[in-house]
């Protein structure tokens, strides 16, 4: 027989809020403060390698290029994290939003930084309700994925569609990429896990993911994967009606 689940109280509710707002204070705190010793680094890393630029062996400007490709790395960290803090505390009000508008949008930026143009899809989709910045960035986060992880050697498919029940809207970025095994369905959504060596399939930091998971519970759905190692994946998540 089945063991029946414990319920949340109140109190848990508020602990979880708690500590929720704990994090995203330490998220905003460590990324911001952050900033000045990594811009530092930075800084005198590349003044010290200016004055030594005649006397520096092969090996030694190898050196400094991994210098400057791990800050690289650490700005982008440092920028995630300052996004996921934000998500709560500089949210603007929601309003009735045409998805296909910040598609648009998210693929203009999305082609001016460079990335490979994909074969894009789209259904009809309908209105729904949300803050407009942060589901520009879920898009921005599923489509971006879409486009890095696609087959080697192939044009990337993406495929949006919608659908409607009583109360919400349940929406499909389905791609034609290299697939995700079941095991790892729940880490691709945790900060900074990475299923591939950093400079594979992209140079993000691998946090995407995470800021679309927080913005999608923060509207009150839910976003989770549907894939198999080596095939397509599809990322579902649910909205509520406008």
């Known amino acids: 027989m089945n063991k029946p689940q414990p319920q949340m109280t109140s109190n848990d509710h508020e602990e979880a809020q708690a500590i929720a707002r704990e994090f995203q204070d330490f998220a905003y705190i460590v990324s911001h403060d952050l900033q000045a010793p990594v811009r530092h680094v930075r800084e005198f890393s590349r003044l010290l390698l200016k004055s030594m630029e005649d006397v520096l062996s092969d090996d030694q400007k190898s050196y400094a290029g991994f210098i400057e490709s ?4 650490l700005d982008k960290m440092h920028e995630a994290l300052l996004a996921y803090s934000r998500i709560a505390t500089r949210a603007g009000p929601p309003e009735t939003i045409t998805p296909e508008t910040l598609i648009a949008d998210v693929m203009k930026e999305i082609k001016k930084a460079g990335e490979p143009d994909p074969q894009l899809t789209i ?32 044009q ?3 495929t949006i569609t919608a659908e409607t029940d009583n109360s919400a809207i349940l929406f499909t970025v389905r791609d034609n990429g290299i697939g995700i095994a079941p095991q790892f369905h729940k880490d691709i959504f945790k900060m900074f896990r990475r299923l591939h060596p950093p400079g594979q399939y992209g140079d993000g930091p691998g946090a995407g993911l995470t800021l679309a998971q927080k913005i999608v519970e923060r509207h009150g759905g839910k976003i989770w994967v549907e894939s198999q190692e080596g095939g397509p994946s599809a990322i579902r998540f649910s909205l509520p009606k406008a």
């Open 156 to 158: 990337p498919e993406i």
């Open 70 to 73: 791990a800050l690289r790395r």
């Open 123 to 154: 259904s009809r989709l309908p209105p729904v309700k949300a803050e407009p910045q942060q589901l520009r960035m879920v898009f921005h986060a599923l489509i971006q994925n879409a486009i890095r992880f696609a087959q080697p050697g192939s």
